[in-house]
Nanobody, 116 residues
């Protein structure tokens, strides 16, 4: 069994920052990829950022230069630093991890609202 616990969401004004965290625990031997997705009301879930165990990253075009994904392999934790937030970043953010043994797991989601 794998558990993912997310934290760090909330209400923030445009231009401000938030940092999301997602800690994995349970039957984990090795995590390969860690990622953040988001889903806004009425829209499909989309990949925001991903990071491999070796540190290779990829980003959604609209967040490049504003968001930074990082991970702490010793703590099985992935972070998403979000700067210069915009109203269009408002969504429920989900972390997702892939295990070397197979399978992908989702967090419960954390709400991020950007509004003045």
């Amino acid at each position: 069994q794998v558990q993912l616990v997310e934290s760090g969401g909330g209400l923030v004004q445009p231009g401000r920052s938030l940092r999301l965290s997602c800690a994995a625990s349970g039957s984990i031997f090795s995590i390969t990829v860690m990622a953040w997705y988001r889903q806004a009301p009425g829209k499909q879930r989309e990949l925001v950022a991903g990071i491999t165990r070796g540190g290779t990253t990829n980003y959604l075009d609209s967040v490049k230069g504003r968001f930074t994904i990082s991970r702490d392999n010793a703590k099985n934790t992935v972070y998403l630093q979000m700067n210069s937030l915009k109203p269009e970043d408002t969504a429920v953010y989900y972390c997702n991890i892939g295990l070397a043994s197979g399978g992908y797991y989702w967090g419960q989601g954390t709400q991020v609202t950007v509004s003045s």
